[in-house]
């Protein structure tokens, strides 16, 4: 091995109180793919930004392609040649890509013609094309993440750093960034890969590092080191303990713990169990884990507390984002919709929450027509919604977490006109320790929190509402640890068998197999199905609507 592209040498960070990284060691070979693993708030990104010149080190040292690297910026980092992207997007959404990538390079001026031929360059070398004229606003997220990703190579650097990009990619797209990370690596250069899934850390790391409440907690070169000596220094517990629905999401075979899914997506195996699983027809469950509760029959269904009713939508561009779609939700159910992104489940989740306008159809909580409710008087009906970019849609970062709990419901908390602080602090820690997040107190900024314990507010603000009749959940367990998917797949399950309605959107189908009752699958813009999801062949008939085959 030649000298290290990136070494830590007892690295620590604090942030006040909060010890973020403690006698940090790690070392990142040029021409690999380094994973760094661990539980939200593990300090991973901390890690990252100290090398990328967000904040110094208040201890150890850094050292970059064997010399000492002190930046005081990332401009400074940039210049280093390290490039990074982060877990929330810095374009400008009302510029183009070309317009995006002229004006931020941080000093680097670059003319259109240049960008052309470097952005063949890049395309070539990384497998990485985009479309330099498009909108940012008008782009899904897995395209402005290959964006990200484009400008952050534009530089040529020898080291880019990548905290949890997978984390809103459904699984054809970290396919591809997968590829596109080990062309980097092929290409002499290190790559840092912040993830939570295992499943892709076997698939592209040559090495990996394990962090646990800021200090290294395991890691080696892979394959020596196997993936269930990762997780036990993840989580402090073996694989085979794991719920079968949160090591479909973290990318492990449920069957096999410590074997890899190779192919995630459509077609793998979250088989159904034949022997609790009631014959398709007969009877359906309303229980959470299929088999395991309550049954109701066909002929004594509830009325739907969630009806969509040939609801369609139109994009910006005048393109059908929704073509009269239509899915009803009961009681006590969790309905499920899978599809690749881009398919309209975005705008279906917009529509629900009240923040886009229908072309025709309705939307009915509970009997109540909604279609053009705002999502104050929606919320007051019962309707709980999840976004899917929780950091954009579902928090105000400059405000506590209190505040971001109960910003809908003060009322709660008035005494003769005033509110009391003191009540609204101690309702706000008893849902920070229900949900374990790791925070200093209830009146911290939310933006100080670790990305996954900013979900984990906004997931606990939606859950905990008084009437909550139906809950809408935007791939839920995107950038959540494996504690936390478990905890939130349970908080689902539990709200169903309370007799919530549940609408599920992920892109994840081994957790909506494992998770739902029936699925649709949207498909440019139209849902099929349902699929229900005791059917043996479930599996396989979600894979042909994904694909366009008509069931
Ligand atoms: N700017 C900051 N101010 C205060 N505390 C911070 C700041 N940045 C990070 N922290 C704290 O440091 C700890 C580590 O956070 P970090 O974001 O590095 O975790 P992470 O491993 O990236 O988590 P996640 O998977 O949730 O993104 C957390 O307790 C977090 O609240």
Known sequence: MGTPALTLHGVGKS??????????????????????????????STLCNLVFGGYPADTGRIELGGKAFRPDSPAAAMRAGVAM??????LVTTMTVAENLLLTQHGLRLRRADLTNRLDEIAHRYRLRI????????MPVGARQKVEIVK????????????EPTGVLDPAEIDALIDTCRAIAADGKAVVLVTHKLGEVARVADAATVLRRGTVAGGGPLPETTISELLTAMVGREATDLDPTVAATIGL??????????????????????TTSPAAGEHRTTGRRRGETVITHESNQPAAVLTVDRVTVHRADG????????????????????????????????VLAGGTPVRAGTVALAGADITTANPATRTSLGLGVVPEDRHRDGMVAD?????????GSLGRFRRFGLLDKQAMGRAAQAELDRFDVRAAGPWVPMGSLSGGNQQKVVLARELSSANLRCLVAAQPTRGLDIGAVDFVLTQLRQAAARGCGVLVVSSEVPELLALCDRIFVAYRGELAGPVETTD???????SELMMGVAA
Not at 20 to 34: F, I, M, N, Q
Not at 255 to 270: D, H, K, Y
Request: hydrophobic share 45%; proline share 6%; net charge negative.
């Open 152 to 163: 952050a190579l534009l530089r040529d650097p020898a080291l880019i750093l990548l905290d």
């Open 131 to 138: 479309d330099l004229d498009q909108q940012v606003a008008t």
């Open 536 to 542: 043996s062949d479930a599996a396989q008939q979600i």
């Open 85 to 90: 992207v982060h877990q929330h997007f810095s």
């Open 319 to 350: 393109s059908i984002a929704l073509d009269e779609a239509s899915l009803a939700v009961r009681p006590g159910e969790i309905v499920g919709i899978a599809g690749v992104e881009g398919n309209g489940q975005s705008e279906l989740v917009a």
């Open 15 to 44: 942030f006040g109180a909060v010890r973020a990284l403690h006698d940090v060691d790690v070392t990142v070979e040029s021409g690999t793919v380094h994973c760094v693993l661990g539980e939200n708030g593990a300090g991973k």
């Open 399 to 407: 405000m506590t977490l209190a505040e971001n709990l109960f910003l």
């Open 253 to 274: 075979d449920p069957g096999e713990p410590a074997q890899i899914l190779t192919a995630p997506g459509p077609v793998t195996s979250v088989a159904t169990d034949p």
